[in-house]
């Protein structure tokens, strides 16, 4: 079944631990992309990925870290977790990236992760 | 920058009305629009993806339309069922290299 997931669904963490959220698809797309979601703020971009090695920063990029070393994996880093972190964190993939980061191609959403910074 | 707006906010409708949901964009220069579902706990699922050369799209009995000029798009629903019940996102894709910009959304509520 073709499919975006992510690791863990549900963290409960404590400031300054380092954590990390895996996303992988099984699709072959090229652009891969982290969101996150907050009440009355709606879904934001925190970093995508056109391809393999190449990653760039979304609208919310501080206080997290993204790598691209294999296609079907884009693990979100959180060095040093705060509580302004917590969130509904989603991934998504696309066939392909397009021009300057768009994707240009239905984006596939995982099912989130509901993390929470004490 | 980019804003999307959908209204309304909330919206609850009996069963078998059909009901079309609002979303506006500041900037027309867009790539495409997407319009998603989120059930609660869960991720969004696409529903219609409109290029912005298209006017139109359609799957079953949903049916997205595209203004690009105005910044519109509309999500109508026909004969809506309680299973239609969810949170309804637009997002565009941006033609200035930006990135994909939601909408807050539109709860919807379908009562049998």
């Known amino acids: 079944e073709a499919q975006v997931t992510q690791n863990p669904r549900y963290l409960i963490t404590v400031t300054g631990k380092k954590l990390t959220v895996t996303c992988s698809q099984n699709m072959n797309h090229e652009y891969m992309s982290w969101y996150r979601q907050d009440p009355g703020l709606g879904l934001r971009q925190i970093y995508y990925?056109?391809?393999?090695?190449?990653?760039d920063k979304g609208d919310v990029p501080e206080g997290y870290k993204v790598s691209r070393k294999e296609k079907r994996n884009f693990p979100l880093i959180l060095e040093s977790p705060s509580p302004n972190q917590t969130s509904l964190y989603f991934c998504?993939?696309?066939?392909?990236?397009?021009?300057?980061?768009?994707?240009?191609?239905?984006?596939?959403f995982g099912p989130g992760t509901r993390l929470t910074v004490l | 920058k980019q804003e999307v707006t959908q209204i309304p906010a909330a919206l609850s409708v009996p069963e078998g009305e059909n009901l079309v949901l609002n979303c506006s964009f500041t900037d027309s220069a867009i790539y495409n629009l997407q319009w998603f579902r989120q059930d609660p706990g869960k991720g969004l699922t696409s529903l219609l993806l409109i290029q912005s050369s298209q006017r139109e799209q359609t799957s079953g009995r949903l049916n997205a339309s595209l203004d690009k000029s105005s910044g519109r798009s509309t999500l109508y629903i026909a004969a809506s069922q309680p299973g239609d019940s969810a949170t309804y996102l637009c997002?565009?894709?941006?033609?200035?290299?930006?990135?994909?910009?939601f909408g807050e959304g539109t709860q919807l509520t379908v009562n049998p």
């Open positions: 990925s056109m391809n393999v090695e190449v990653t």
């Open positions: 998504a993939s696309s066939l392909r990236g397009g021009v300057l980061g768009m994707s240009t191609d239905t984006q596939y």
């Open positions: 997002a565009v894709t941006e033609t200035s290299g930006s990135r994909l910009t």
